[in-house]
């Protein structure tokens, strides 16, 4: 699976540029504030039609434009795809793959699959819950369209549900509307459940042994799912996590008709990461959860791979830059397989790595590019 190509027109800080990859090592150099970032942000919108540092596409439209291309050839499962996307303000963005136009971003997801590291990630462990989720999210979408879609739906009703108990009080007639937008929500909430609770049993597979290699062996990596309450085996069939789900809104009620707030259902999920059987997030130290948070995201790589047969494109985002001399190494020798996206400010710095293209950008323009 590689990008051999991209197009990006009044995408960011790009006016123009066009740009052929290499199936290995691409480093992309420049000073910070040039473009190096709004890259990678392009490729990694062909996984996910979504940004992971925007809210709204309208923000991904450069200033004096009113709307953005990309346009990129792939290779995924020993075919060429042909893909673009369309950006414009005050309309819904657009998708297409070898010209077919697209109706979700679960048919893109399918297509070409990127894991990617920036320096944000390597709070992964600190932040809140919500990061977490995020990252489960946006690994599991890629994997399976179906998780996608629900999630999808699972944010609109969630929305709704909560505009309800928002206005009740000012319109008590709104609330016949309560039980069948949480009957929904709990059987979308179950195939979240489902498929979050199977992504993590995949993660302890692959997540210990890159952890421990990435360590030196000091200490073990653990992951514990935390969800509602009620459910007892997050691994159980749908139809068993749909009743306990239900149980849990009736015994909620009440509490988010006062709070009038959506208190029960997976939008509260936490995925606990344990070093040595504590909790990272309470004890470990800022170098023990950097180690943590890139071994969750070269686990997740792991199982594209295995899920697929294909590597998926690795983004590494000034991530490198943030790491002690040890903790490079690793990530450098790790990768072994498939294409990588390295952006940095200082071109010596990846000498350790084996040959590639090399693109310099400055002020959203490439200015020049050689074989390493």
Same mark, same amino acid.
């Given at each position: 699976?590689? %990008?051999?190509?991209? *197009?990006?027109?009044?995408?960011?800080?790009?006016?123009?540029?066009?740009?052929?990859?290499?199936?290995?090592?691409?480093?992309?150099?420049?000073?910070? /504030?040039?473009?190096?970032? +709004?890259?990678?942000?392009?490729?990694?919108?062909? $996984?996910?039609?979504?940004? #992971?540092?925007?809210?709204?596409?309208? !923000? =991904?439209?450069?200033?004096? %434009?009113?709307? /953005?291309?990309?346009?990129?050839?792939?290779?995924? @499962?020993?075919?060429?795809?042909?893909?673009? %996307?369309?950006?414009?303000?005050?309309?819904?963005?657009?998708?297409?793959? +070898?010209?077919?136009?697209?109706?979700?971003?679960?048919?893109l997801s399918g297509v070409v699959h990127t894991v990617l590291f920036?320096?944000?990630?390597? $709070?992964?462990?600190?932040?809140?819950? /919500?990061?977490?989720?995020?990252? =489960?999210?946006?690994?599991?979408?890629?994997?399976?369209?179906?998780?996608?879609?629900?999630?999808?739906?699972?944010?609109?009703?969630?929305?709704?549900?909560?505009?309800?108990?928002?206005? *009740?009080?000012?319109? &008590?007639?709104?609330?016949?509307?309560?039980?069948?937008?949480?009957?929904?929500?709990?059987?979308?909430?179950? =195939?979240?459940?489902?498929? @979050? /609770? #199977?992504?993590?049993?995949?993660?302890?597979?692959?997540?210990?042994?890159? #952890?421990?290699?990435? *360590?030196?062996?000091?200490?073990?990596?653990?992951?514990?799912?935390?969800? %509602?309450?009620?459910?007892?085996?997050?691994?159980? &069939?749908?139809?068993?996590?749909?009743?306990?789900?239900?149980?849990?809104?009736?015994?909620?009620?009440?509490?988010?008709? !006062?709070?009038?707030?959506?208190?029960?259902? &997976?939008?509260?999920?936490?995925?606990?990461?344990?070093?040595?059987?504590?909790?990272?997030?309470?004890?470990?130290?800022?170098?023990?959860?950097?180690?943590?948070?890139?071994?969750?995201?070269?686990?997740?790589?792991?199982?594209?791979?295995?899920?697929?047969?294909?590597w998926p494109v690795l983004l590494l985002d000034d991530v490198l830059?943030?790491?002690?001399?040890?903790r490079q190494e690793f990530v450098l020798n790790a990768i072994t397989?498939?294409?990588?996206?390295?952006?940095?400010? !200082?071109?010596?710095?990846?000498?350790?790595?084996? *040959?590639?293209?090399?693109?310099?950008?400055?002020?959203?323009? =490439?200015?020049?590019?050689?074989?390493?």
């Amino acid at each position: 699976m590689r %990008v051999d190509s991209i *197009s990006l027109e009044g995408f960011r800080n790009y006016h123009s540029l066009r740009a052929d990859f290499h199936p290995g090592v691409n480093l992309i150099v420049g000073d910070n /504030a040039q473009g190096k970032t +709004n890259l990678l942000e392009a490729i990694s919108y062909l $996984s996910a039609a979504r940004s #992971h540092r925007a809210r709204y596409d309208r !923000e =991904l439209i450069g200033f004096d %434009v009113d709307a /953005a291309h990309i346009r990129a050839a792939v290779q995924s @499962r020993g075919r060429t795809f042909d893909l673009e %996307v369309k950006l414009a303000r005050g309309r819904r963005r657009q998708l297409w793959a +070898n010209g077919v136009k697209l109706d979700t971003a679960a048919e893109l997801s399918g297509v070409v699959h990127t894991v990617l590291f920036c320096p944000e990630d390597l $709070s992964l462990i600190k932040e809140g819950a /919500a990061q977490r989720r995020r990252f =489960l999210d946006d690994c599991i979408c890629q994997l399976r369209p179906r998780y996608a879609a629900a999630l999808g739906e699972y944010r609109r009703l969630y929305e709704h549900k909560t505009r309800i108990l928002r206005d *009740s009080q000012e319109r &008590p007639d709104l609330l016949d509307t309560l039980e069948d937008f949480s009957l929904r929500m709990a059987q979308t909430g179950a =195939l979240l459940i489902h498929y @979050r /609770a #199977h992504f993590i049993r995949k993660l302890l597979e692959y997540a210990p042994a890159v #952890h421990r290699a990435f *360590s030196g062996g000091g200490e073990e990596l653990g992951l514990s799912y935390h969800t %509602v309450s009620t459910v007892t085996d997050p691994l159980a &069939p749908t139809r068993t996590l749909l009743q306990q789900l239900l149980d849990h809104q009736k015994t909620h009620r009440r509490a988010e008709l !006062e709070a009038r707030q959506c208190l029960s259902g &997976p939008h509260k999920d936490d995925l606990e990461v344990l070093l040595s059987g504590r909790s990272a997030r309470m004890f470990g130290s800022q170098g023990q959860t950097r180690t943590a948070a890139l071994s969750l995201k070269l686990a997740a790589r792991e199982i594209f791979f295995h899920d697929s047969g294909e590597w998926p494109v690795l983004l590494l985002d000034d991530v490198l830059s943030e790491l002690d001399q040890r903790r490079q190494e690793f990530v450098l020798n790790a990768i072994t397989d498939g294409q990588v996206f390295i952006t940095c400010c !200082e071109e010596e710095k990846l000498q350790r790595l084996r *040959s590639g293209k090399v693109f310099h950008i400055r002020g959203g323009s =490439l200015l020049e590019w050689g074989e390493r």
